[in-house]
């Protein structure tokens, strides 16, 4: 099946094509955030402005349509630029940490030997260290930060790629076609690169769609535990984790201060579901071929 | 006599078997147990034997995708068992390999074009892609197929079709030899004789050698010039195919020819129906392999292994009952 | 023939409902099978050969296969209208059958000889003792060595042949009337299709059952078949007794597939290659559907069907231009002439 098959297949499909729209309307969101949400600071565009100095949340009104949360920082703004830090995290992460396990899980299947045993048994020992713990320690090691989060993120999830990687790059290096390249006389990179990648490709493309939600929603709780962005840094994680005083209203109305978790949480989950939607849709379409 | 373009001396492959959790070794697979044989220039050997008898691990040695455990590959005059990754990669534009599935043996995702013109590429036998693309569309044309299909993915086509493409890979590079691996053996009926026609075209056309490896009797027959039998790593008997099917001296060969059902109800064949399945390769019968299905073994069989000797003009074989006579 | 037969298929269609739109896969198929004989179905892959047996066994799935349309007679029943429970004890019990791949027919979790005594517990009612001993029996007439042993053991530990074997025990335990073999010796190497075969024959004889041999090998149709039907394209193109099929082929199709495979005792310089290939179920053409393939195609041959006809007394043939196929042979000519390299 060739790309402009999937991308056709992946559009008929109501499921996914609902997560496409998803994406473009975050990526719309980001591209014009300067516009949406003019910055107050043009040099600093990702600190969240304040509408004064009040802890208390004020509810949504004309001048701050979706309220401000604690410490009155503005919820819309914190919003739409909070996708374009989500989008970075996401696509940063995922695409160092996938290339990485691309990379490792590629070289280990196809040399083999005592190559692969080792870069398998150092894929083993990170596989074995508790994600959310490492992370936490290396982000409080290296200092707080959007880039040392994304670091740590980096360090501790390149394992399933590089494992997912293995598994696929050792069943195409038999096949056929594999050996009549070498047969021809390519060399080991030509024989990578154009025949076995190109074919071991897609589940790791699914599997990375699957990522970019999970690798934000890390993000999102490192922010909440106080180890990621910095104060007033425009990052969804950290306005749920601003939330956190209010959860349970004022007396009588459990619901008062809603706005300062709901919109957020809603942000965070919509970005999650759409990623997860185009992967599970790239894998009913891939299935019949993978088995 | 024409001159041998390829041999084949004392070749060994052993597959070890690896068992426990330190993987030591604990027996080997011998696919291929000490063979030794000769391809002419311009000649067809065929290979021959049932599944297991090592007859396409033989193919792939020779051309190196699977290293050998002991023995030499002499070809024109160089043993490449010797030679180092760079050599190698040079040498392979004179020796290419036909595989038996087409599906599996044509990138899914490549173009008939880039599948072709690759090992062009590989080789830099063109100066820039137009002059690589008309050299694919030369080849494409002489195996049969029209240039309209040089920007097609591979499952647009047929196996017979897809069978065309492997070849036209591997006539690409101007080949002297070709080891045909099971060529015709995943196609329909009436599409292999087709690829046969074909492969026999060609070979008149470029002047080719084939090693030509098949378990069907008749399809080798009708190709070859001369046919070696294998059976567990052995080769049992190497004559030219009409000796082997008027005369043939290995009780083997005489059982395997029997065995072939023929297309005439009217014949009614005296079959030698062999009792028993082919033993395994991991630790094969002492002595003559064949001896505990031969119909004719006897005392000597399970104890000594006979020697491949030559009985008759350039007919060999290895079995202790033509010792005795 | 007088004998009254034992399996009627009349005008059976069989159809596969897919995204790409309607297979006819059998369309339009009728044969007979008498009782103590072997039908012969011979054809390429995708004729329609195993679905046509798959539709007397009701083994085609569905969704997305279907048979449209049809008879197929089987002691005064038509199975097409049984209910799954009465098909039930027909299958197994009066018609068994035999596929290609004997390993994915038996369940690798049970001995062998569970798998035998579950079959005849279910169908013949006897108890297990009983049935073990049968078992064993059944095992012994299939030829497998030291069946005591044999019985206990698992699919794994058996060769493709042995396991050829235990199917063939499997589908004779209960006595069917009707045996249907899939390219039961596709699989195996050419010793052991010979020993396969054999067995086959002689079971045969002293089980006086039919049986439908499904091959594409000539050969094997030829050493097994008392009867031939040819497919191609999802229908009979010639049916007749196996002597009169290889020694005067009508069709142009059967003739290409009896000229294209080399034969041991004869030398030829060149295979007559039919050309092309089988066209896809999609997209059959009009009229007669070799008319892609057949150097004979002329006018009738691309716009109407042919009937399936007696030719001969009990030869039927399913071509426009079989008599002039007649002179083409008479005349001693290949009709299949050099096409070159070209497909």
């Known amino acids: ?291 | ?325 | 023939m007088s004998k009254e037969a034992l399996v009627e298929v009349k005008n059976l269609q069989t159809y596969f409902y897919t995204e790409e739109g309607v297979v006819k896969a059998v369309d339009g198929v009728d044969y007979e099978i008498y009782p103590g004989e072997t039908l012969g179905i011979v054809g390429e892959s995708g004729c329609g050969k195993s679905v046509t047996s798959l539709s007397i066994m009701r083994l085609v799935e569905s969704p997305p296969g279907k048979i449209e349309g049809g008879v197929i007679n089987f002691q005064g029943k038509d199975l097409t209208k049984l209910s799954e429970k009465e098909m039930r004890k027909i299958r197994g019990n009066d018609i068994s059958m035999i596929f290609q791949e004997p390993m994915t027919s038996l369940n690798p979790v049970y001995t062998v000889g569970d798998q035998i005594i579950e079959a005849i517990m279910l169908h013949k009612g006897v108890k297990r003792k009983e049935a073990r001993q049968q078992a064993i029996e059944m095992l012994q007439k299939v030829g497998i060595p030291l069946p005591e042993q044999r019985v206990d053991e698992y699919p794994h530990q058996l060769s493709g042949g042995m396991r050829q074997r235990v199917m063939i025990a499997m589908a004779l335990s209960c006595d069917p009337q009707l045996l249907i073999a899939d390219e039961p010796t596709t699989a195996l190497d050419v010793t052991i299709q010979a020993q396969i075969l054999e067995l086959m024959n002689s079971l045969k004889e002293s089980y006086g059952m039919a049986i439908m041999m499904i091959t594409h090998d000539l050969g094997v149709i030829a050493e097994v078949s008392d009867r031939v039907a040819v497919m191609y394209a999802g229908k009979v193109v010639e049916y007749t007794d196996v002597d009169s099929l290889f020694e005067d082929p009508k069709h142009p199709y059967t003739w290409g597939l009896m000229n294209s495979i080399p034969k041991l005792d004869k030398d030829v310089e060149r295979l007559e290659a039919i050309p092309g290939s089988v066209p896809s179920p999609l997209n059959f053409p009009e009229g007669c559907k070799f008319n892609t393939r057949c150097p004979l195609a002329e006018g009738k041959c691309f716009t109407d069907e042919p009937e399936l006809i007696d030719a001969e007394a009990g030869h039927k043939v399913r071509c426009w231009r079989y008599k002039d196929l007649e002179d083409i042979k008479a005349r001693g000519e290949r009709i299949y002439a050099d096409q070159g390299v070209k497909e």
């Open chain 2, 1 to 325: 006599m024409a001159e041998n373009l390829l041999e084949v001396k004392n070749l060994k492959k052993y597959f070890p078997v690896k068992a426990g959790v330190f993987k030591r070794t604990v027996a080997h697979v011998k696919a291929v147990d000490d063979i030794s044989f000769a391809v002419k220039q311009g000649e067809t050997l065929g290979l021959v034997g049932e599944s297991g008898c090592g007859k396409s691990t033989t193919g792939r040695t020779i051309l190196r995708l699977l290293e050998a455990t002991e023995g030499e590959v002499v070809f024109e005059g160089k043993n490449i068992m010797e030679l180092d990754k760079n050599e190698m990669r040079a040498i392979r534009r004179d020796m290419q390999i036909i595989f038996q599935d087409p599906y599996a043996s044509l990138n899914p995702r490549m173009t008939v074009a880039d599948i072709v013109g690759e090992p062009i590429d590989i080789h830099k036998l063109a100066k820039n892609k137009k002059e690589r693309n008309q050299k694919v569309e030369e080849i494409l044309e002489n195996v049969g197929l029209g240039a309209e299909y040089m920007n097609r993915y591979p499952h647009e086509f047929s196996g017979g079709q897809r069978q065309r493409i492997g070849v036209a890979r591997a006539l690409a590079v101007d080949p002297k030899l070709i080891i045909a691996d099971e060529p015709v053996s995943a196609l329909d009926v009436s599409v292999q004789a087709q690829v046969v026609n074909l492969l026999q075209d060609l070979q008149q056309e470029y002047g080719l050698t084939y090693l030509f490896i098949a378990h069907d009797l008749s399809v080798v027959k009708h190709i070859s010039d001369r046919v070696a039998v294998m059976y567990l790593g052995k080769i049992v008997e190497l004559t030219d195919k009409k000796e082997l099917y008027d005369n043939p001296l290995h009780p083997y060969t005489q059982s395997l020819l029997s065995a072939i059902p023929e297309a005439d109800p009217k014949k009614k064949k005296d079959r030698i129906v062999l009792e028993g399945d082919v033993p395994s390769p991991v630790d094969p019968p002492s002595g003559c392999r064949f001896h505990p299905r031969c119909p004719k073994a006897f005392d000597l069989c399970p104890v000594k292994e006979p020697e491949f000797k030559e009985y008759g003009d350039g007919h060999f074989a290895a079995c202790h009952l033509l010792e005795k006579e």
């Open chain 1, 1 to 291: 099946m060739e790309w402009q098959e999937v991308l056709k297949r992946l559009i008929q499909n109501k499921i996914s094509l609902l997560g496409i729209l998803i994406i473009l309307f975050f990526v719309i969101l980001a591209v014009f955030a300067p516009f949406i949400a003019p910055p107050r600071d043009a040099d600093e565009p990702y600190m969240i402005p304040r509408a004064g100095w009040t802890i208390e949340p004020q509810a949504p009104s004309n001048e701050h349509i979706f309220g401000t949360t604690e410490s009155q920082y503005d919820i819309f703004y914190g919003i739409v630029w909070g996708t374009r830090t989500a989008f970075r995290i996401g696509l940063i992460v995922v695409g160092i940490s996938s290339s990485f396990g691309i990379i490792l899980g590629t070289i280990a299947a196809y040399y083999g030997g005592w190559i692969d045993e080792l870069l398998m048994r150092i894929t083993d020992i990170f596989m074995s260290i508790p994600f959310i713990i490492a992370t936490i320690v290396l982000v409080t090691i290296l200092g707080q930060g959007i880039t040392n989060v994304m670091i740590a993120l980096i360090t501790f999830s390149w394992m399933s790629t590089a494992r997912l990687m293995r598994s696929q790059v050792l069943s195409v290096k038999e096949d056929e076609f594999v050996q009549a390249a070498i047969a021809l006389g390519a060399n080991d990179f030509r024989i990578i690169f154009r025949h076995i990648i190109l074919n071991t490709i897609f589940p790791v493309v699914i599997q990375a769609s699957m990522r970019m939600g999970s690798m934000v929603i890390t993000a999102s709780t490192l922010s909440f535990l106080g180890v990621g962005a910095p104060e007033g840094y425009a990052d969804w994680g950290q306005m749920i984790s601003f939330a956190r005083n209010w959860i349970l209203g004022i007396e009588g109305d459990p619901l008062h201060y809603w706005y300062t978790l709901v919109i957020p949480g809603i942000a965070i989950t919509l970005f999650c579901l759409s990623w997860n939607l185009i992967g599970d849709a790239f894998r009913d379409i891939l299935d019949p071929k993978l088995n």
